[in-house]
C-alpha cells in the first residue's frame, strides 16, 4: 500500500519548496551517492536533481542503502525506507515533467508478511501530503494530474507555457 499525488510545478517553485521544507526541519536526501557516512543532504534548488528523499532526522539511521560495487555507488533501497519520495520540477526538452510525492505505507518482511511501517511515520508522512497541498496545490485537472501550483495555473492560463509540452 502507499500514497502518492501527482502535480504540475515549475522549476521557479523549488525556492519556496525549499524554504518550506528548511522550516519543517525536514531532510533532503538522494538515491545514489558515493558515501554514506555521513548520507549528504541535498540542496532541492540544484536543478540536478530531479529526484529526492524526505524524511525527519530521527528515522536518518535507519535508511537503507545497496553497495553497487561495479558502480562503486551507494543506491537507496527501493523498498523499506521510511521516506517520501518528491519528483522535483523540471523540463526536459521543452517538457515539463510531472512532479510527484509518494510513501509507502510498509513493506514485506523477510517470511512474505507485510509489515506497516511505524506509525510516526505513517502519521508524518499524511500530515507532510495535506501540508503540502495546502502550502501550495490547487485542484487544477490536466490530463496528466489534478493538482498544480499556483504558480504554473498562473502562466499556463496566461499561456506564458504554451511552448512547453505536459510529460509525465
Known sequence: MSSQVNFYALPEDRPAFKQWLE???I???EERTKNINPIPFLDINDSDNRQVYLLLKK???EIKYKYISELNC???ESFGNQAVEFSLPWILEQELMQCRLYYQKGDFNKAGQWVDFDEDFLKWAAKLFRDFKKNFLVKYKTRQAD???RLFVEQYENHKLDHIKLGL
Do not use: G, S
Request: without cysteine; negative net charge; proline residues 7%.
Open 23 to 25: 522550516e519543517r526541519e
Open 27 to 29: 531532510l533532503v536526501i
Open 59 to 61: 528515522w536518518l539511521p
Open 147 to 149: 493538482y498544480a501550483t
Open 74 to 76: 551507494f543506491f537507496l
